[in-house]
């Protein structure tokens, strides 16, 4: 929870003139000095200080920095201990009956804190509570899905399970897809819900190969229009090394994937692996919406969502972002380009649009 | 003096060379002769014996391996199919807090969260792996729960040498415990335990060490009363139970 939430609410009254973040408290118990109303009427001019402790302003008048939960807490327009100011009749009113000790400051910022964390703890402990129900349909959909692979190897031909998969009847297939697609989404919420489980469990050894081979293959599958499919996702370029992740990895190419599945408007979705020096990468491409520049850094953020896809398809923001979350989490980064093609679909501009992973090899 | 000197210039070149050269190779013979078993009484490397390294292999540790499945819903592990590939699997559906020191004894645990601790149904999970870690820190332990979304949960997970979902399959769980063995009981381990312990321990410390880690390969001496005495020695849990891993792998290879 922001601090500026809990000291802008009504019930909560600052002890002296605050500035949170860059929101100033409304009314303080101590009122805003003479001097500080005339110097600086907007914003006071010291709320540019990152240097915690306590200062003095060219206008003689004494400020306190701190930091609450990462956010920088301004005391201003009162008289500190170390204020040598004289009281004459242009300061008298902007110093007199003033005073306050860089202590009492610390005090106050650290029952801050103390509030503010409990605040947090009963806020996780309630959402602990609240997903608790998760606990077995996430058990679940993981054996649904390990008994639909064990069936795909049980009864069908083929030499890898991409062949005894494509062999497989329909039914097997929708089942494969869907438990994957659903065991994939509950792995995603769990990350969504704590980012820190995107780096649970030891790093192994991962074929980047395999593990986009068997996603591109489950997405080919048509199940009859009960989630998206798409037969049009080719695979190109060279990749035979592993690489070294959390069992979390796996779900940056299922989000790039589902993501391009959702977003084509046209023609196919390219996927390109290949060993570079440094690192392996991977790149989705497809023709859908375009992305505008001020949008790039915008779509990785937490529910934030492109103007023109928002336009085309429902969706929730989730995906890029938690992509983005677990390529960081393992040092990686994902970028976009996105370059209009100058054809339009139903008023729509169609670009093609590529999503790439750098993941380097340690 | 005088005399002595006297003595050798009279003497022939090939006298002199046989006299103090045989002297000194006689006193050298001697000084190793006495030192080599003194020196050998300290060495832990040395309970490892020469041809260890042919005897030793996989399926050894395999079999001397302990696993326990801490879990109140044992059905989510393939405990039937690990038995039958020759592991030694103790299932718990739920433990005492008081049990800790006992859990501890085992190599690996594969340990759920929520519902293990009878004192403790709700946060003993998180207690009971505090307390597993202190008393043997070289103990591995995979954390086996689906509450991956609690943010409550983290510090479980993240002490942990290892993270599953649940149900595990028997390739999941064959898997992690190849990679813990190998990090128990591989042959390079091993020596690097004895190398370690001889660095961190006084001498009259490894000869006690050595003494009873042959003690025990001869069966003079139960684990349980081996680790009591390495305990001593190392004052550390975890050089304690890595010392005592060497005796079982030696016992095991006789």
Same mark, same amino acid.
């Given at each position: 929870m922001q601090a500026s939430a809990i000291l802008n609410s009504p019930a909560i009254r600052t002890p002296w003139p605050t500035v949170i973040g860059a929101t100033v408290a409304s009314s303080p118990v101590l009122c805003v000095s003479d001097t500080c109303k005339r110097r600086c009427p907007t914003l006071p001019a010291c709320s540019t200080e990152l240097n915690s402790g306590e200062h003095q302003c060219k206008y003689g008048v004494t400020?306190?920095?701190?930091?609450?939960?990462?956010?920088?807490?301004?005391?201003?327009?009162?008289?500190?201990?170390?204020?040598?100011?004289?009281?004459?009749?242009?300061?008298?009113?902007?110093?007199?009956?003033?005073?306050?000790?860089?202590?009492?400051?610390?005090?106050?910022?650290?029952?801050?804190?103390?509030?503010?964390?409990?605040?947090?703890?009963?806020?996780?402990?309630?959402?602990?509570?609240?997903?608790?129900?998760?606990?077995?349909?996430?058990?679940?959909?993981?054996?649904?899905?390990?008994?639909?692979?064990?069936?795909?190897?049980?009864?069908?031909?083929g030499a890898s399970f991409e062949q005894q998969l494509d062999n497989s009847p329909f039914?097997?297939?929708?089942?494969?897809?869907?438990?994957?697609?659903?065991?994939?989404?509950?792995?995603?919420?769990?990350?969504?819900?704590?980012?820190?489980?995107?780096?649970?469990?030891?790093?192994?050894?991962?074929?980047?190969?395999?593990?986009?081979?068997?996603?591109?293959?489950?997405?080919?599958?048509?199940?009859?229009?009960?989630?998206?499919?798409?037969?049009?996702?080719?695979?190109?370029?060279?990749?035979?090394?592993?690489?070294?992740?959390h069992e979390s990895f796996k779900l940056i190419p299922f989000a790039l994937l589902s993501n391009a599945v959702k977003y084509s408007l046209q023609g196919n979705i390219e996927v390109v692996l290949n060993d570079r020096q440094q690192h392996v990468e991977l790149s989705v491409t497809?023709?859908?919406?375009?992305?505008?520049?001020?949008?790039?850094?915008?779509?990785?953020?937490?529910?934030?969502?492109?103007?023109?896809?928002e336009k085309l398809v429902d969706g929730r923001g989730v995906g890029l972002y938690l992509a983005q979350l677990i390529a960081q989490a393992h040092g990686a980064h994902i970028g976009v380009r996105s370059n209009r093609t100058g054809a339009a679909l139903d008023g729509m501009p169609l670009a093609r649009n590529t999503f790439s992973l750098q993941f380097p090899i340690a | 003096m005088e005399q002595i000197v006297q003595f050798f210039n009279e003497a022939g070149w090939l006298a002199n060379l046989l006299g103090i050269g045989g002297s000194l190779v006689g006193a050298s013979w001697f000084g190793i002769g006495f030192a080599r078993p003194r020196l050998a009484a300290s060495r832990i490397d040395k309970v490892?014996?020469?041809?260890?390294?042919?005897?030793?292999?996989?399926?050894? !540790?395999?079999?001397?391996?302990?696993?326990?499945?801490?879990?109140?819903?044992?059905?989510?592990?393939? #405990? @039937?199919?690990?038995?039958s590939d020759g592991f030694q699997v103790q299932t718990y559906k739920q433990v005492t807090l008081s049990k800790t020191a006992q859990l501890a004894t085992y190599d690996i645990v594969f340990l759920d969260m929520k519902g293990v601790v009878k004192d403790d149904p709700e946060n003993g999970g998180m207690k009971l792996i505090a307390e597993l870690r202190r008393l043997n820190p070289a103990q591995k332990i995979c954390a086996v729960s689906s509450k991956t979304f609690d943010i409550n949960a983290t510090a479980f997970f993240r002490q942990a040498d290892d993270a599953k979902k649940k149900p595990l399959t028997a390739h999941e769980?064959? !898997?992690?415990?190849?990679?813990?063995?190998?990090?128990?009981?591989?042959?390079?381990?091993?020596?690097? #335990? @004895?190398?370690?312990a001889t660095k961190k321990l006084t001498r009259d410390r490894r000869v006690t060490v050595v003494q009873n880690l042959r003690k025990f390969s001869k069966g003079e001496l139960t684990i349980d009363q081996l680790r009591e005495v390495i305990s001593k020695m190392a004052s550390d849990a975890n050089l304690t139970y890595r010392l005592t891993n060497i005796a079982r792998a030696v016992a095991h290879a006789g």
């Open positions: 400020f306190f920095v701190d930091f609450l939960h990462g956010q920088r807490v301004l005391v201003y327009g009162v008289r500190g201990e170390g204020n040598k100011t004289p009281f004459n009749r242009y300061t008298k009113d902007g110093l007199k009956g003033r005073s306050v000790r860089l202590e009492q400051f610390k005090e106050w910022v650290s029952s801050l804190t103390d509030l503010l964390s409990r605040v947090e703890k009963s806020f996780s402990e309630r959402q602990a509570q609240m997903l608790d129900p998760l606990h077995d349909p996430m058990r679940l959909a993981k054996q649904v899905n390990t008994i639909a692979n064990r069936l795909v190897q049980l009864h069908s031909n039914e097997l297939k929708t089942l494969v897809k869907a438990s994957d697609l659903l065991s994939d989404s509950f792995d995603l919420l769990a990350i969504y819900f704590n980012p820190d489980a995107a780096t649970f469990g030891r790093k192994s050894a991962i074929s980047a190969h395999g593990l986009v081979t068997k996603l591109i293959a489950i997405f080919r599958i048509d199940d009859g229009g009960i989630t998206r499919s798409s037969a049009r996702i080719f695979l190109t370029g060279t990749c035979y090394r592993n690489i070294f992740a497809s023709v859908g919406p375009p992305i505008d520049d001020d949008e790039k850094v915008h779509i990785f953020e937490k529910r934030g969502r492109g103007r023109w896809a | 490892i014996p020469l041809d260890f390294e042919r005897k030793w292999n996989d399926s050894s !540790a395999k079999e001397i391996a302990r696993i326990a499945i801490v879990d109140d819903q044992p059905a989510d592990f393939p #405990t @039937a199919e690990l038995k769980c064959r !898997a992690v415990i190849k990679t813990f063995l190998n990090e128990q009981f591989s042959l390079q381990v091993l020596r690097d #335990t @004895a190398q370690e």
